[in-house]
Antibody
Framework: EVQLLESGGGLVQPGGSQRLSCAAS????????MSWVRQAPGKGLEWVSI????????YYADSVKGRFTLSRDNSKNILYLQMDSLRVEDTAIYYC????????????WGQGTMVTVSS | DIVMTQSPDSLAVSLGERATISCKSS????????????VAWYQQKAGQPPKLLIY???TRESGVPDRFSGSGSGTDFTLTISRLKAEDVAVYYC?????????FGQGTKVEIK
C-alpha cells in the first residue's frame, strides 16, 4: 500500500524558512515523479513543484520560483521542500503527491501538513 | 500557462440524478503523438486530500465506481456522475498534466438538492 507522510509544517514568521518532508513507502520511490500541491484555507488546489524520479529535473510554479527548492533522497525514500523567504500568501496545507505509473496525474496523496506564515 | 476553467462553480443534484461538470482548457491538451488528452479529475471531500478519479480524460482509476465517467478532447472536457449518491458530496477539480506549470480548475462543489 502506498503511503505518503508529510511533516515539518508549523507557524513561521514572514521572511522565515521551513523545510517540509514527505516520507514515502509502498512503492519503488525512485521510479516516480513527485510533486507538492498546496491549498490555502478555503481555496482550491495550487501545484507548487515537481521532481522527476532520478531527481535531476525540477519545475516550479512562478509564485514560488527562486524561494522554494525541491529535492529528494532516493536512498531514504524522502521528498523535501525547502521554503525560504516565506510570505503570508504561502499559508496553506501542503500535500505531497505521487505521479502515476503510466501517466503524470497524481494517483496518491498524503494527508498534508499545514504551514502558517504570520507575525 | 494553461488555464483550466470549470463550470459551474457549484451545483445541487437530487439523489440518483446526473451531475455534469465542465472543464475547458485555454489551449489544447491533446498530444498528437499518442492521441491522449492530458487531463485528470479529482474528488476532494471535506477535510481530506484529493483523490484521483479519472486520468487521460476518460480512464477511471482503479477502484473508482463506474458511475463516474470522463469525456472530451482537445480543450473541452466533462466529468459525469451518472447516479448521484450522498457519498459523492465533494469538490471536484480538473487538472492538466500536459505541461508545467501543472494547473487545476477552480473546483466545482457538488451538493444534494
Amino acid at each position: 500500500e502506498v503511503q505518503l507522510l508529510e511533516s515539518g509544517g508549523g507557524l513561521v514568521q514572514p521572511g522565515g524558512s521551513q523545510r517540509l518532508s514527505c516520507a514515502a513507502s509502498g512503492f519503488t520511490f525512485n521510479n516516480y515523479a513527485m510533486s507538492w500541491v498546496r491549498q490555502a484555507p478555503g481555496k482550491g488546489l495550487e501545484w507548487v513543484s515537481i521532481i522527476r524520479g532520478s531527481g535531476g529535473t525540477t519545475y516550479y510554479a512562478d509564485s514560488v520560483k527562486g524561494r522554494f527548492t525541491l529535492s529528494r533522497d532516493n536512498s531514504k525514500n524522502i521528498l523535501y521542500l525547502q521554503m525560504d523567504s516565506l510570505r503570508v500568501e504561502d499559508t496553506a496545507i501542503y500535500y505531497c503527491a505521487k505521479g502515476g505509473t503510466t501517466h503524470d496525474a497524481f494517483d496518491n496523496w498524503g494527508q498534508g501538513t499545514m504551514v502558517t506564515v504570520s507575525s | 500557462d494553461i488555464v483550466m476553467t470549470q463550470s459551474p462553480d457549484s451545483l445541487a443534484v437530487s439523489l440518483g440524478e446526473r451531475a455534469t461538470i465542465s472543464c475547458k482548457s485555454s489551449q489544447s491538451v491533446l498530444y498528437s503523438a499518442n492521441n491522449k488528452n492530458y487531463v485528470a479529475w479529482y474528488q476532494q471531500k471535506a477535510g481530506q486530500p484529493p483523490k484521483l478519479l479519472i486520468y487521460w480524460a476518460s480512464t477511471r482509476e482503479s477502484g473508482v465506481p463506474d458511475r463516474f465517467s470522463g469525456s472530451g478532447s482537445g480543450t473541452d472536457f466533462t466529468l459525469t456522475i451518472s447516479r448521484l449518491k450522498a457519498e459523492d458530496v465533494a469538490v471536484y477539480y480538473c487538472q492538466q498534466y500536459y505541461t508545467t506549470p501543472r494547473t487545476f480548475g477552480q473546483g466545482t462543489k457538488v451538493e444534494i438538492k
